[in-house]
């Protein structure tokens, strides 16, 4: 069995900076980079590209509403071919800079509020699998069940189901919005939830109720408070379960 670990990262802009990228590529597997949009600039771009390659690790391109100032989780009223061509945009500047350092983006994951609105929103899903399809050769990395998986497979583009470590999920097995309380897990909480959702495929909602989450990778956010110890207590116990870590792509 193989399991992915996948993790945003790359989301400084500038002077500012966020997360521990460093150390996050030598424990996941799969590095879903800002191209812009909502943080990234062209020499972090890079740099995190280029770490990403020296680590073995596959690259992804994160791609977002353009809000800079919102960090991406605004949802913003944008017609379908527009974004169509801004996730273009995104997807074709990230993949310059991951074949400058060897390599090349392999799949798509939406950030923040574009992917919680495309995973209601078939609109916005398919802009978002129309981007990805045209530019060819790339799978999409979404919420299982949702929009994502229905826009992918009407385009034709390879579909990998993601959960997450690091957030509560509703009884209709979406997030629970950042707003509310408890909507990001501890370390130990998200230790746990990653193990009950790679081994059994399901985690529980606020209540205690389970909620399947079939999915083939796992997300742990780079901002998460103590992201590196959580992705590293995570890798570790999925070995420890005999589950093989390694890359869906």
């Known amino acids: 069995m193989m399991f992915d670990l996948n993790s945003d990262l790359g989301e400084g802009f500038g002077a500012w900076s966020m997360g521990d990228d460093d150390a996050l590529l030598e424990i996941v597997t799969s590095a879903n980079i800002a191209c812009g949009f909502h943080a990234g600039d062209p020499s972090i771009m890079r740099r995190t590209c280029e770490l990403a390659v020296s680590r073995g690790v596959r690259i992804g391109a994160h791609i977002s509403y353009r809000d800079l100032a919102g960090f991406g989780r605004r949802a913003i009223a944008v017609p379908p071919r527009e974004l169509t061509d801004e996730c273009l945009y995104q997807i074709g500047a990230l993949d310059a800079f991951a074949r400058a350092a060897g390599d090349r983006v392999r799949y798509v994951k939406p950030h923040g509020a574009l992917y919680n609105s495309a995973a209601v929103d078939g609109d916005i899903a398919r802009a978002i699998a129309a981007a990805v399809a045209r530019y060819g050769g790339l799978s999409l990395l979404g919420l299982p069940g949702s929009q994502h998986e229905t826009a992918a497979a009407e385009a034709g583009i390879e579909f990998c189901a993601e959960g997450f470590a690091d957030r509560a999920y509703t009884s209709a097995g979406t997030l629970v919005p950042r707003g509310r309380p408890g909507s990001v897990l501890d370390e130990q909480s998200a230790l746990a939830q990653a193990i009950s959702i790679a081994v059994d495929g399901a985690t ?27 992705a590293r207590a995570i890798r570790d116990a999925l070995t420890g379960k005999g589950i093989e870590v390694g890359a869906f792509t």
């Open 204 to 230: 529980r909602d606020p209540d205690g109720e389970s909620v399947a989450v079939p999915v083939r990778s796992l997300c742990v956010h780079g901002d998460s408070p103590g992201a590196v110890a959580m």
